[in-house]
């Protein structure tokens, strides 16, 4: 079973940053596309951005795009999430999944299927 931990939220004021960071429980992370989502209180989940099993195919939410950048490092397992001017409506709980791909292609999607394996979630608040 496919494990992922989610780490780097925490409180920041307006305007700040943080990373995000997915560490998945794989050695053979090019067979997996990456997304990051988002809950907020009171809200249902969103797709906030995805990064294929390539790495070249990447897509944003519109909410997000120009702030918020995805990465990953297939060496180390991990998928990044920078966030920068935060806002307090970013203010969420934030996952990330994993869905089985190809080798290295260019499947993305941010909208959720039930094929993904999920992390629980951390948590980011950007308050003043």
Known sequence: QLQLVESGGGLVQP???LRLSCAVSTSTLDYYAIGWFRQAPGKEREGVSCI???GRNIKYADSVK???T???DN???TVYLQMNSLKPEDTAVYYCAA???LYRNSYC???ENESMY???GTQVTVSS
């Open 15 to 17: 305007g700040g940053s």
């Open 52 to 54: 294929s099993s390539s």
């Open 66 to 68: 120009g702030r918020f």
């Open 70 to 72: 995805i990465s990953r």
């Open 75 to 77: 060496a180390k397992s």
């Open 99 to 101: 869905t089985r791909t």
């Open 109 to 111: 999607q941010t909208a």
């Open 118 to 120: 999920w992390g629980q």
